[in-house]
């Protein structure tokens, strides 16, 4: 054992220290200890011994703390209580009453499935504490890989429903929510007269999207529904997170795919136009990585999240 851990006592010795500064009285000391008399002076004197210090002053009507036995007191109290929460705080951490996540989400979860899930996990596990930060799905899946991250909420490369794929090695994924985009159009646009809006409809539209390293599933998917009614996409900007995208329409600068959950809550000054035919479809899945298996405090909000499907 190294040097710097090695003493010439042990914790009985302190245990014992910390009763007789309490009561002041050795007699009152070894009864709550339930140990003799004697044999609780042995270990102190034991341990003045090793401390190469007096720790109390005895006469026949009191017993006083020294200074240096008022020091230890102040030392080792901490240290005692420390070590007597630790087996509750293991316990606890061990079952999933306690602990800490790391959670990453996209703009699509946090308009949709996320703010119920937080609320319910915070109502069944208050002692666990969620580390939550938007992050594109590219840096999830890096993140994740890793260990940086407990779980996220992303959009998937493919349309599995579970396992591991197209996200990496490893990463586990359950489908929360599958939605049609439709359009955001600025309230003054020409195509904003109409109810119902086909991809040949954006022909001539500047199209506002996100960097295809950031979301590549999704954008793919945008592409390939556009190229398969026949247009090509005017693409004039590429922002993330998608709250800049709506920004950017507001703005007049061009109109974005999005989803009516995400439409729910906009200004008056955009519009938002369901999408006829082969609209893209957005997909939110919850990944982790595994293996191993979570720890506790990740699977009590994996279980949580894996519920909250739309």
């Not at 579970?162 to 955001?184: F, K, P, V, W």
């Not at 996100?210 to 529904?225: L, Q, T």
């Not at 109109?255 to 082969?278: C, H, K, M, Q, Y």
Request: contains cysteine; glycine residues 10%; charged residues 20%.
């Amino acid at each position: 054992m190294p040097a710097e851990y090695q003493f010439p006592y042990d914790l009985r010795h302190l245990v014992y220290f910390r009763e007789v500064a309490k009561q002041l009285h050795f007699r009152k000391a070894a009864e709550a200890l339930a140990v003799a008399q004697p044999a609780l002076s042995r270990q102190i004197a034991q341990l003045e011994d090793a401390l190469g210090a007096e720790l109390f002053t005895r006469t026949r009507r009191r017993v006083e703390l020294t200074p240096a036995g008022r020091a230890l007191a102040a030392r080792i109290e901490p240290v005692l209580r420390s070590l007597a929460a630790a087996g509750r705080e293991l316990k606890s951490l061990a079952a999933g009453e306690v602990g800490h996540v790391r959670v990453a989400f996209t703009g699509l979860a946090m308009a949709t499935v996320l703010p119920d899930i937080l609320r319910e996990f915070n109502r069944r596990h208050p002692g666990i504490r969620l580390e939550l930060n938007e992050m594109p799905t590219s840096a999830q899946l890096a993140a994740l890989q890793v260990g940086e991250l407990g779980c996220g909420f992303f959009h998937p490369n493919t349309g599995a429903n579970t396992g591991a794929g197209a996200e990496g090695a490893g990463i586990r994924t359950r489908m929360l929510l599958r939605e049609r985009n439709g359009i955001l159009l600025p309230a003054g646009h020409a195509l904003a007269k109409k109810k119902t809006l086909g991809l040949r409809d954006l022909a001539e539209a500047a199209l506002v999207l996100f960097p295809r390293v950031n979301n590549p599933g999704f954008y793919d998917r945008i592409i390939a529904a556009c190229s398969g009614a026949g247009v090509t996409p005017k693409i004039v900007e590429e922002v993330w997170p998608r709250a800049n995208g709506i920004g950017l329409v507001r703005a007049g600068i061009g109109v974005t795919f999005i989803t009516p959950s995400e439409a729910g809550p906009l200004p008056g000054d955009v519009v938002f136009r369901p999408l006829a035919g082969n609209a893209p479809e957005s997909r939110l899945v919850l990944g982790w990585k595994q293996p191993p298996e979570p720890e506790a405090a990740l699977a009590a909000f994996l279980s949580v999240a894996s519920a909250r499907v739309m």
